[in-house]
């Protein structure tokens, strides 16, 4: 069974750096695609970031690009989101996703697992 554990959420202040870590287990995830998606009080859950697990594709949503990195370590089975330049909006919990295939959807309900979450607060 898939299981995803996110951490490194924290409170930061505007300007500042974060960085989310999901740790992935439960199978082999050469074939699987993992996303970043965040969600913040009394709004819908936003597609933040994408990667294949062979590392040769990535995508990001245009809020994040120039500020946000996606990436992996296949050793540790390890996604990780740095979040530079940190804004007031990005505050949300942000969530960790996993599917099989080789394109990187931008919608919630086209991943199959999902981790629990991990707070992101950004004060100005």
């Known amino acids: 069974q898939v299981q995803l554990v996110e951490s490194g959420g924290g409170l930061v202040q505007a300007g500042g750096s974060l960085r989310l870590s999901c740790a992935a287990s439960?199978?082999?995830?050469?074939?699987?695609?993992m996303g970043w998606f965040r969600q913040a009080p009394g709004k819908e859950r936003e597609f933040v970031a994408g990667?294949?697990?062979?590392?040769?594709?990535?995508d990001l949503a245009d809020s994040v690009k120039g500020r946000f990195m996606i990436s992996r370590d296949t050793a540790k089975n390890t996604v990780y989101l740095q979040m530079n330049s940190l804004k007031p909006e990005d505050a949300a919990v942000y969530y960790c996703?996993?599917?099989?295939?080789?394109?990187?959807?931008?919608?919630?309900?086209?991943?199959?697992?999902w981790g629990q979450g991990t707070q992101v607060t950004v004060s100005s």
């Open positions: 439960g199978r082999t995830f050469r074939t699987y695609i």
């Open positions: 990667i294949r697990w062979s590392g040769d594709n990535a």
């Open positions: 996703a996993a599917r099989s295939g080789l394109a990187i959807p931008t919608t919630q309900r086209e991943y199959d697992y």
